[in-house]
């Protein structure tokens, strides 16, 4: 079993974010025989669960390398999504309604072709970037995908010089480097670097929006300074 999440951990997230293009052929496709749109689906599919393997795999390497003690999965808001949503179907119809009979594609065909790629292309933009946090006995992992890349990153406790706790943020300072679904937040979690370079040469201070501050605190060592 490790050999295999090792194999699917390794395969680049990028790659597997070059899979939805073949819904290019899905929708141009449909009018054939069902096995040609079916093909492509089914790559799709495949891509798709692969990515999901994905992330249980990094959980499963954190939990056999430290003690994971919470986990927390934060999702932007449903007024957020479902905005963005309603903008990407009113959009692809109205471009559907005008492009019909171009390139041979029907209304219904430019509908599907255009929606479909946003969400599956644009999914970070338009649901939200995919945020993973689990506090662990040793530090704070966080599997962050804003786009097509992903990021795993671990913040142990020795590198952390304390954590403040932001209720009312008005403007994001460009040394934070923000891991959460949205960029737009007002509250979190600040951890600053002991490090007087930072975490790492790219990141200086890290913001975390859990989802229930309180609850998340719960988990850290009484070494962690709160501020």
């Known amino acids: 079993m490790k050999t295999f999440e090792k194999f699917v951990l ?9 899979i939805p293009y ?10 054939w025989p069902p096995v040609f749109s079916g093909v492509f689906l089914a790559i799709i599919l495949l891509g798709l669960l692969f990515m999901m393997m994905q992330q249980r795999a990094w959980e499963a390497k954190i939990g056999r390398e430290y003690r994971v003690l919470y986990r927390d999965q934060p999702h932007a808001s449903w007024k957020y999504r479902i905005r963005n949503l309603a903008l990407v179907c009113a959009g692809s119809g109205l471009l559907g309604y005008f492009f019909d009979g171009r390139l041979g594609f029907s209304g219904l065909q430019w509908f599907l072709l255009l929606s479909g790629m946003m969400l599956l292309y644009k999914d970070a933009l338009l649901l939200g970037a995919s945020t993973v946090y689990l506090v662990t006995n040793k530090g704070i992992a966080v599997r962050y995908i804003p786009g097509h890349i992903d990021y795993r990153l671990h913040f142990l406790y020795d590198e952390i010089r304390g954590i403040t706790c932001m209720n009312s943020i008005e403007k994001i300072p460009l040394t934070w480097s923000v891991l959460s679904p949205t960029r737009k937040v007002t509250r979190g979690l600040l951890l600053k670097p002991r490090s007087l370079d930072g975490f790492s040469r790219l990141i200086d201070e890290v913001l975390l929006t859990p989802t ?8 850290f060592p009484p070494s962690v300074i709160f501020s």
């Open 10 to 18: 390794a395969i680049p997230y990028l790659f597997l974010k070059k």
């Open 22 to 31: 073949a819904w290019i052929l899905v929708v141009a496709l449909w009018s």
């Open 212 to 219: 229930d501050t309180e609850e998340f605190r719960k988990y």
